[in-house]
T-cell receptor
Framework: GENVEQHPSTLSVQEGDSAVIKCTYS??????FPWYKQELGKRPQLIID?????GEKKDQRIAVTLNKTAKHFSLHITETQPEDSAVYFC??????????FGPGTRLSVLP | GAVVSQHPSRVICKSGTSVKIECRSL??????MFWYRQFPKKSLMLMAT?????????EQGVEKDKFLINHASLTLSTLTVTSAHPEDSSFYIC????????????FGAGSRLTVL
């Protein structure tokens, strides 16, 4: 079945620095690549996504880059703030309507 | 945007009782909803796919008689944990997909179940 991995599993950065989380997937037919942010005890929320026809998408301090050849996409957060502290999940569609989620990356932004 | 409402947010029950969790799509119709279970500091594990008007599709290892799913309308899916035991204590989250060039998932707020 579809395999989705994330690296690193935990990440600590100083406030104002950048954070990068990488997601690798196995299904070469995938064409949609989302990132979700989940704060403690809350629902996962879509923060950015990218389709396979583009290589990069940016939304203010958040960006996602896609390398379809290597089958990975990355989340980039610049000028990190304490409220960016959360668990971030990448996901990959399975071919139906469902998604396989990565194991998550716990980001801590230190003041 | 799409909104998914999930209730209750927290429930505490005694061992042996049943608990029902509701998942509603508020401003769109969802022919398919998904139910996940999330353990502390872990990822989302798909339990079942809920299809309106038909039987749910359960993932391997998920007991269908334990976790009853009903999707009787285009806006409501329910998960009933039957004869709950302490090991069923967990965070349960539902989601629904909307189409925006690709299937985009919107999640409910989750339900924390504690079985005493």
């Amino acid at each position: 079945g579809e395999n989705v991995e994330q690296h690193p599993s935990t990440l600590s950065v100083q406030e104002g620095d950048s954070a990068v989380i990488k997601c690798t997937y196995s299904d070469s037919a995938s064409n949609y690549f989302p990132w979700y942010k989940q704060e403690l005890g809350k629902r996962p929320q879509l923060i950015i996504d990218i389709r396979s026809n583009v290589g990069e998408k940016k939304d203010q301090r958040i960006a996602v880059t896609l390398n379809k050849t290597a089958k990975h996409f990355s989340l980039h957060i610049t000028e990190t703030q304490p409220e960016d502290s959360a668990v971030y999940f990448c996901a990959n569609p399975t071919g139906g309507q469902n998604f396989v989620f990565g194991p998550g990356t716990r980001l801590s932004v230190l003041p | 945007g799409a909104v998914v409402s999930q209730h209750p947010s927290r429930v505490i029950c005694k061992s042996g009782t049943s608990v029902k969790i509701e998942c509603r799509s508020l401003d769109f119709q969802a022919t398919t909803m998904f139910w996940y279970r999330q353990f502390p500091k872990k990822s989302l594990m798909l339990m079942a796919t809920s299809n309106e008007g038909s039987k749910a599709t359960y993932e391997q290892g998920v007991e269908k008689d334990k976790f009853l799913i009903n999707h009787a309308s285009l806006t409501l899916s329910t998960l009933t944990v039957t004869s709950a035991h302490p090991e069923d204590s967990s965070f349960y989250i539902c989601s629904a997909a909307t189409w925006a060039g690709a299937n985009v998932l919107t999640f409910g707020a989750g339900s924390r179940l504690t079985v005493l």
